[in-house]
């Protein structure tokens, strides 16, 4: 079955930088889009970019553009966002997500990891 | 960017009745319209994609349907465990967009 299990919960200082894993099994890792959503506490949902594991390439939201880096290691499955320059309204839980098949729909999401920025 | 607007932001029911969530979008985006169902502490579930397709394993008491820049999410016949934040979701020009979210409480 399709698993997409995230790295532990983060606790950062403003000015850092996290970086985030999700290990995907039960499909072919690189077959599918993967995509970074997160949500600030209380708040809906908000779509950050997602990386084609197979070529590398990505495509981010403008708003995080310069600050967000999506990257993949197929060897292990796993999918990786890093953000930079920290900033207290970074806090969030942040989730990786599957594209179903170029549908533009997130099928299978990970169970999230709560980033908190704080000095 | 594509901005969709999600109506009404709270919807009271009681269980057994009938839900009608709109998610409107500020042009079009053809069928490329997704709803997600969250409840507290989980991650997102995926509900209807395309429009009106529903994802493996929902009930039929979940359809969607609307093209263009207006659909709807209903739900038949509310069930206990349906008590939850709904969001839509478009694709366009590779880049993706969520609803601010219905909550759909208890009466």
């Known amino acids: 079955q399709v698993q997409l299990v995230q790295s532990g919960a983060e606790v950062k200082k403003p000015g850092a930088s996290v970086k985030v894993s999700c290990k995907a099994s039960?499909?072919?890792?690189?077959?599918?889009?993967m995509h970074w959503v997160r949500q600030a506490p209380g708040q809906g949902l908000e779509w950050m970019g997602w990386i084609n594991p197979n070529s590398g390439g990505t495509n981010y939201a403008q708003k995080f553009q310069g600050r967000v880096t999506m990257t993949r290691d197929t060897s292990i499955s796993t999918a990786y966002m890093e953000l930079s320059r920290l900033r207290s309204d970074d806090t969030a839980v942040y989730y990786c997500?599957?594209?179903?098949?170029?549908?533009?729909?997130?099928?299978?999401w990970g169970q999230g990891t709560l980033v908190t920025v704080s000095s | 960017e594509i901005v969709l607007t999600q109506s009404p932001a709270t919807l009271s029911l009681s269980p057994g009745e009938r839900a009608t969530l709109s998610c409107r979008a500020s042009q079009s985006v053809s069928s490329y319209l997704a709803w997600y169902q969250q409840k507290p502490g989980q991650a997102p579930r995926l509900l209807i994609y395309d429009a009106s397709n529903r994802a493996t394993g929902i009930p039929a008491r979940f359809s969607g349907s609307g093209s263009g820049t207006d659909f709807t999410l209903t739900i038949s016949s509310l069930e206990p465990e349906d008590f939850a934040v709904y969001y839509c979701q478009q694709r366009s020009n590779w880049s993706f967009t969520f609803g601010p979210g219905t909550k759909v409480d208890i009466k």
């Open positions: 997500a599957r594209e179903l098949a170029a549908a533009g729909t997130l099928d299978y």
């Open positions: 039960g499909y072919t890792f690189t077959g599918y889009y």
